[in-house]
Nanobody, 125 residues
Framework: QVQLVESGGGLVQAGGSLKLSCVTT????????MGWFRQVPGKERQFVGH????????YYIKSVRGRFTISRDNAKNTVYLEMNNLTPEGTAVYYC??????????????????WGQGTQVTVSS
C-alpha cells in the first residue's frame, strides 16, 4: 500500500524556519522524483519544488529559491523541505508527491502519481 505521510508543519512567525518531512512506503522511492506543493483554500495547488530520484538536481519556483531546500534520504524513503525566512505568503497546506516519470521536474500537480495528506504551515506576521 502506497503511503506518503508529511509532518513538521505548524505555526511560525515571519522570518522563522520549519522543516517538513515526508516518509513514504509502498513504492520504489529511489526511482521516483519527489515534489512539494502547497495549497490555500480556493486556489489551485501550487508547485513549490522538486528533487530528482537520485537527489542530483532540484528545482524551485522563483519565490522560494534561496530560502527553501529540498533534500532526500533514499535509505529512509524520506524527502524533506526545509523552509527558511518564511513569510505570511507561505501559509498553506504543504503536500509531498511522487512522480514515476523522470521527465517530470516542475509540476504540474496532475502529473504526479502519489500524494500525501498534507501538513498545515501557518506563518504569522
Amino acid at each position: 500500500q502506497v503511503q506518503l505521510v508529511e509532518s513538521g508543519g505548524g505555526l511560525v512567525q515571519a522570518g522563522g524556519s520549519l522543516k517538513l518531512s515526508c516518509v513514504t512506503t509502498g513504492f520504489p522511492f529511489n526511482t521516483y522524483g519527489m515534489g512539494w506543493f502547497r495549497q490555500v483554500p480556493g486556489k489551485e495547488r501550487q508547485f513549490v519544488g522538486h528533487i530528482t530520484f537520485n537527489g542530483g538536481s532540484t528545482y524551485y519556483i522563483k519565490s522560494v529559491r534561496g530560502r527553501f531546500t529540498i533534500s532526500r534520504d533514499n535509505a529512509k524513503n524520506t524527502v524533506y523541505l526545509e523552509m527558511n525566512n518564511l513569510t505570511p505568503e507561505g501559509t498553506a497546506v504543504y503536500y509531498c508527491a511522487a512522480a514515476r516519470s523522470q521527465a517530470i521536474v516542475a509540476g504540474p500537480w496532475a502529473d504526479y502519481d502519489y500524494w500525501g495528506q498534507g501538513t498545515q504551515v501557518t506563518v504569522s506576521s
